[in-house]
């Protein structure tokens, strides 16, 4: 089970964020969020380009049987899509440093298969736990990782929007790469900051558990974040590990 949302805020004049959740011919899901930056309105463009592609591939893909075939699919089209908006920038003087982060899930049967850039986010609850399965790539993460700042001092940092590493500000980028268990009763949370820089990880976990519809669950935490002053875009991917009546299970 999967939902997608996004919300304009209540502060931008557009939206940036773009997203979606596809299936491919084995009908098998692929979940996108990404988050443009860059130039008046580019950043929408930088992120409609990456969504657009990995979409039109996804839906024409075959079965991915294992973790490695997800990784090389991933990979291979975060590659590829971000050398068509690293060109499109260069061509486009209105476009011009324009960039996106992605963060990108394939559900298999028994996985997930995780790649992101940048700052948007990918958590999994598992076993009661909730963890961050992505790495921030952000100014203010690599000052925490290198002990300059706490993690406390982090949530109100003057630069902490500034990121690292984005899809397509260079000719050539990699992904981060990380595989996780994909099993009855496990959530899954994909979000631009616009969500995580306006609740907290320990906030989200209600949520989660909450055992209303998906759509309800989206709406509530867009809504807690607009509550909160809605000063960015917020786009939101769901997913449910459910098991059916019968004893089949469907993601």
Not at 133 to 153: A, F, M
Not at 200 to 220: C, G, I, Q, R
Request: net charge negative; hydrophobic share 35%; proline share 2%.
């Amino acid at each position: 089970m999967h939902y997608f949302l996004t919300n304009q805020g209540k502060v931008r004049a557009h939206n940036e964020d773009n997203g979606g959740v596809f299936q491919n011919k084995s009908d098998q899901y692929l979940a996108v969020v990404a988050d443009g930056m860059g130039g008046h309105k580019a950043g929408d463009v930088a992120s409609q380009l990456v969504v657009e592609h990995l979409q039109e591939k996804w839906q024409s893909s075959e079965e991915i049987k294992d973790k490695t075939s997800a990784e090389n699919w991933l990979k291979s089209s975060i590659e590829t899509v971000n050398t068509s908006v690293y060109n499109y920038a260069q061509n486009n003087k209105e476009c011009y440093g324009m960039g996106t982060t992605v963060v990108a899930v394939i559900y298999g049967h028994d996985f997930i298969s995780v790649a992101n850039i940048g700052d948007s986010r990918c958590y999994l609850f598992a076993e009661e736990v909730l963890r961050q399965v992505t790495e921030d790539h952000s100014l203010v993460n690599e000052l925490v990782r290198s002990g300059q700042i706490s993690k406390e001092d982090a949530a109100f940092h003057p630069r902490k929007n500034v990121i690292t590493k984005a899809l397509g500000t260079e000719k050539h980028i990699e992904p981060d790469m990380v595989n996780e268990k994909w099993e009855p009763g496990n959530k899954l949370l994909l979000c631009s900051d616009g969500l995580s820089n306006k609740i907290e990880d320990y906030e989200l976990v209600p949520f989660l558990t909450d055992e209303k519809p998906l759509s309800d669950k989206a709406n509530a935490l867009v809504d807690t974040a607009n509550e909160r002053g809605g000063e960015d875009n917020i786009t939101l991917v769901l997913s449910e590990f459910r098991v059916g009546k019968e004893g089949d299970s469907s993601c």
